[in-house]
């Protein structure tokens, strides 16, 4: 069985930090952590799903232009956790954030964490 939990969300102020983290529990028969694609994705209410950042098994990495010089995907295999850094962050950062665990058909998605940028 699949498990992810996100943890790190809540409330910050403008040009505050959060540091979201990410873990994932996944059966042998699913493969090692190592070997899938992580990222964060971002959702408001009424809103599609939009990527915020990824990092692929081989540590390529892919930012959202309003991610970019402001927040870091990082992964420790030996934690299998994925681990995203939000510095600076708006109000426009305001959303639920999910983690999303991927290798192909294999694509597994976290409950999703708050995250709410406001003075």
């Known amino acids: 069985q699949v498990h992810i939990v996100e943890s790190g969300g809540g409330l910050v102020q403008p040009g505050g930090s959060l540091r979201l983290s990410c873990t994932a529990s996944l059966p042998t028969s699913l493969g090692y952590f190592e070997g899938y694609h992580l990222a964060w994705y971002r959702q408001l209410p009424g809103e599609q799903r939009n990527l915020v950042a990824r990092?692929?098994?081989?540590?390529?990495?892919t930012y959202a232009d309003f991610a970019k010089g402001r927040f870091i995907i990082s992964r420790d295999n030996a934690k299998n956790e994925v681990v995203l850094q939000m510095n600076s962050l708006k109000p426009e950062d305001t959303a639920d954030y999910f983690c999303?665990?991927?290798?192909?058909?294999?694509?597994?998605w976290g409950k999703g964490i708050q995250v709410t940028v406001s003075s």
């Open positions: 999303n665990v991927e290798r192909g058909s294999a694509d597994f």
């Open positions: 990092i692929t098994a081989g540590a390529r990495l």
